[in-house]
T-cell receptor, first 116, second 110 residues
Framework: AQSVTQPDIHITVSEGASLELRCNYS??????LFWYVQSPGQGLQLLLK??????LVQGIKGFEAEFKRSQSSFNLRKPSVHWSDAAEYFC????FGSGGYQKVTFGTGTKLQVIP | SQTIHQWPATLVQPVGSPLSLECTVE??????LYWYRQAAGRGLQLLFY??????ISSEVPQNLSASRPQDRQFILSSKKLLLSDSGFYLC?????????FGSGTRLTVV
């Protein structure tokens, strides 16, 4: 079974500073990897995804993530954080189960606080 | 484009009362549908998934049930709510490209 670890529960960065959110996964095959963002009281929005190919993937809102198989990691980065990026971020790993459905397992999330 | 609607947005229910949360999807047919619950500090827990009408799979034993009476409708129910059922419930539909989530229902059982 797949699993996801987000070791940082809460991160605070200054506006304009760079950001890296860590994610480690466990899965026996090539994983489908995702990052989602959730604003307070809202659903989750897909930021980016990795299935195969180029290990550096670009997403919306200026985010990118790099898949490193040797480290079982899929860290999310942004070169310059904006105050509107304050939210909770979830890393997720997906696998196709029997019957064709995709089971996605989420990490426990990292809350990002942005200070002026 | 595909959209997913979930309601109500917030709900306060007494212990022992019934529950019905509804989720509908537009712009796609035969979607895979999911119900997740989110508790503070615990991430998202998959409750149910459905690959078609009348086909429901449960991931964890619990006080809740799910039904899929129509292709694009997914309902989460309970006959008698418990305090532990409080949380943020999210419906999602999923293709190979990841999930699209509804805006969620905040359920408080009092």
């Amino acid at each position: 079974a797949q699993s996801v670890t987000q070791p940082d529960i809460h991160i605070t960065v200054s506006e304009g500073a760079s950001l890296e959110l860590r994610c480690n996964y466990s899965y026996g095959a090539t994983p489908y990897l995702f990052w989602y963002v959730q604003s307070p009281g809202q659903g989750l929005q897909l930021l980016l995804k990795y299935f195969s190919g180029d290990t550096l993937v670009q997403g919306i809102k200026g985010f990118e993530a790099e898949f490193k198989r040797s480290q079982s990691s899929f860290n999310l980065r942004k070169p310059s954080v904006h105050w509107s990026d304050a939210a909770e971020y979830f890393c997720a790993v997906g696998a196709f189960g029997s019957g064709g459905y995709q089971k996605v397992t989420f990490g426990t999330g990292t809350k990002l606080q942005v200070i002026p | 484009s595909q959209t997913i609607h979930q309601w109500p947005a917030t709900l306060v229910q007494p212990v022992g009362s019934p529950l019905s949360l509804e989720c509908t999807v537009e712009g796609t047919s035969n979607p895979n549908l999911y119900w997740y619950r989110q508790a503070a500090g615990r991430g998202l827990q998959l409750l149910f998934y459905s690959v078609g009408i009348g086909q429901i799979s449960s991931e964890v034993p619990q006080n809740l049930s799910a039904s899929r009476p129509q292709d694009r409708q997914f309902i989460l129910s309970s006959k008698k709510l418990l305090l532990s059922d409080s949380g943020f419930y999210l419906c999602a539909w999923g293709g190979g490209g990841g999930y699209t989530f509804g805006s969620g229902t905040r359920l408080t059982v009092v």
